[in-house]
Structure formats: C-alpha cells, structure tokens
C-alpha cells in the first residue's frame, strides 16, 4: 500500500469514527430511556456496590410494568391530545402572524423595518418568569382560567417575536426581482404576499412551524401557572405532577413518557433536517 492510500484511508477511518461517535452520543439518551422504562424496579434501583449490576444493559428481564402505570394510572393518552391540540393552534397562529409581518418589515418598511424587527426579535428575550404574572392577570379578566385557550393566548407572544425575525431574515435572501416579476405579470402586491412569498420561504415556513411544535411541547412555567385540572394539563405538566410524587420518582414511567413524546420529535427533525438549517442558517446571515 503506497503512502497517500494508507493516507487516504487514515482519513477516511477517522472520519468514521467521528460519525460513529456522534451518533453514539445522540443515540444513547434514547436508548438509555429505552432500557430504564423497561428495566423491572429490582432492576433500577440496585445500589452501586453489586459490581456484577451492569446500568446499561437488562440485567433481569424487560417488563411493561411502567408503561402500564404511564397509560393506565394517568392521564397520559389525554394529555397527548391536549398537547396536540395547543401546538396546532399555536403553529396556525403563529404561521399566520409571523409571515405577513415578516414580509412587511422585510420588503415594506423601509430602513425602519430592520430596526423594528430587532425590536421584535428583543421581546422574545425576556424571561417568561417575569411576565407570568401580567399574563395572570389577563387570563383572569378574560375568563380564561385553567383552560387550554390560556395558553393558546399565551405562547404566540413567545413564538410570533422570534419567527418574525427569522421570517424576515429569510426573505432577505430571496431576490426582490422574483416578486417584482409576479407583480409585473399582473399580480396584485396582496396576491404576492399570499400566493407568491410563501413559496419562495417553504424552508423558513418549516423552521418555524418546527420552532414552534418544540417549544410548545417543553414549556412548562405557563402551563403551570394557567392549568390546575388535571385533564387539562399538557404533557410537559401532567407527567412531572403525576410520576412525581413527594420524593418518590417513577422513573421507569417517567423515561416511558419521555421516550413516547422525544421520538415524534425525533422523527420530525431528521425528516425537515436539512430545511431546518437551511431556514436558521440562512435567516441568521441575512436578517
């Protein structure tokens, strides 16, 4: 074998090897929720001086003792839905807000409209635990207490900021001549915004809608702070109160809602992957 082959594949295994760990390290968080929530109790909680216990493997046999307790002791399947529920009316929400106003501040306001967008982009910055209370207050002069519409009213002041900069960002990297085009075909600036723009950012539009769904799916200040039924609580909430109780953790169940809940993520991530960054990389450059 000649020095630049072995050279070549030098490289090349190398490379390997950083793939392998990489998928190593983003692969073992699920299967490590894999094996606990299906490990038995005696399995899980084996103190650390049997050194023939191994934490990573089954050591006894697998059980569907803890996804029973997830799906039968909880509420966890009307949880679900509720989510669902919340994320599909936030995701319409904000698509519908975030894209005319990104196209606005992009196209039509001017030198104002970079600075204004910052502004913007600014208020998604603030911590929601200083806003929790004010937000209180007009749930409760809405009638909106312990009800999923709380929230619904509430999380668009967290996504609509930040996707309209990122919206803007996007369009900035489109050629204005494109719409220009349209508008000179005998497209009317409104059909522009509707029919044309949109198709020009799909991987923008993606990006948000995926913001969106994660943040909506992890928060957990609000839902607290606006939700006390327990069949209308989402499944950031309901899995934490019900699977923690004082200073028992039932973490064969609780690893169980986790893995149910991360692999949808999961599977919408590696599906959009590439117009995900495409949407983020391409919105930080230019907005």
Same mark, same amino acid.
């Given at each position: 074998?000649?020095?630049?082959?072995?050279?070549?594949?030098?490289?090349?295994?190398?490379? =390997?090897?950083?793939?392998?760990?990489?998928?190593?390290?983003?692969?073992?968080?699920?299967?490590?929720?894999?094996?606990?929530?299906?490990?038995?109790?005696?399995?899980? =909680?084996?103190?650390?001086?049997?050194?023939?216990?191994?934490?990573?493997?089954?050591?006894?046999?697998?059980?569907?003792?803890?996804?029973?307790?997830?799906?039968?002791?909880?509420? #966890?399947?009307?949880?679900?839905?509720?989510?669902? #529920?919340?994320?599909?009316?936030?995701?319409?929400?904000?698509?519908?807000? $975030?894209?005319?106003?990104?196209?606005?501040?992009?196209?039509?306001?001017?030198?104002?409209?970079?600075?204004?967008?910052?502004?913007?982009?600014?208020?998604?910055? /603030?911590?929601?635990?200083?806003? #929790?209370?004010?937000?209180?207050? &007009?749930?409760?002069?809405?009638?909106?207490?312990?009800?999923?519409?709380?929230?619904?009213? /509430?999380?668009?002041?967290?996504?609509?900021?930040?996707?309209?900069? &990122?919206?803007?960002?996007?369009?900035?990297?489109?050629?204005?001549?494109?719409?220009?085009?349209?508008?000179?075909?005998?497209?009317?600036?409104?059909?522009?915004?509707?029919?044309?723009?949109?198709?020009?950012?799909?991987?923008? /539009?993606?990006?948000?809608?995926?913001?969106?769904?994660?943040?909506?799916?992890?928060?957990?200040?609000?839902?607290?702070? #606006?939700?006390?039924?327990?069949?209308?609580?989402?499944?950031?909430?309901?899995?934490?109160?019900?699977?923690?109780?004082?200073?028992?953790?039932?973490?064969?169940?609780?690893?169980?809602?986790?893995?149910?809940?991360?692999?949808?993520?999961?599977?919408? =991530?590696?599906?959009?992957?590439?117009?995900?960054?495409?949407?983020?990389?391409?919105? $930080?450059?230019?907005?």
């Amino acid at each position: 074998m000649t020095r630049a082959a072995l050279r070549r594949l030098t490289r090349r295994a190398a490379l =390997y090897a950083a793939a392998l760990g990489f998928i190593g390290f983003a692969g073992f968080p699920f299967y490590w929720m894999l094996v606990t929530a299906f490990k038995q109790n005696r399995d899980l =909680y084996v103190g650390a001086s049997d050194l023939s216990h191994v934490p990573w493997i089954f050591n006894d046999p697998p059980t569907l003792e803890h996804v029973k307790l997830l799906f039968g002791q909880t509420d #966890f399947p009307h949880w679900v839905l509720n989510t669902l #529920f919340v994320v599909a009316a936030v995701v319409i929400i904000t698509v519908a807000v $975030a894209v005319p106003a990104g196209y606005s501040l992009a196209r039509l306001a001017g030198r104002w409209g970079e600075r204004l967008g910052m502004g913007i982009f600014f208020t998604y910055l /603030i911590p929601p635990t200083l806003l #929790f209370v004010p937000f209180a207050r &007009l749930v409760s002069l809405l009638g909106l207490q312990n009800s999923l519409a709380s929230l619904v009213l /509430i999380y668009p002041t967290m996504t609509i900021p930040f996707c309209t900069w &990122l919206v803007m960002g996007f369009l900035r990297s489109v050629p204005w001549e494109i719409e220009e085009q349209a508008m000179i075909d005998g497209y009317s600036r409104l059909a522009v915004i509707v029919k044309v723009a949109p198709r020009l950012i799909v991987p923008g /539009i993606l990006t948000v809608i995926v913001f969106t769904f994660t943040l909506v799916m992890q928060e957990f200040v609000y839902a607290l702070t #606006f939700i006390s039924s327990v069949d209308k609580m989402t499944v950031s909430l309901g899995v934490p109160i019900a699977l923690v109780r004082g200073d028992v953790y039932h973490w064969g169940a609780l690893m169980a809602a986790a893995l149910f809940t991360s692999i949808p993520l999961a599977i919408v =991530y590696n599906v959009f992957i590439d117009r995900f960054i495409q949407g983020f990389t391409m919105g $930080a450059v230019k907005g």
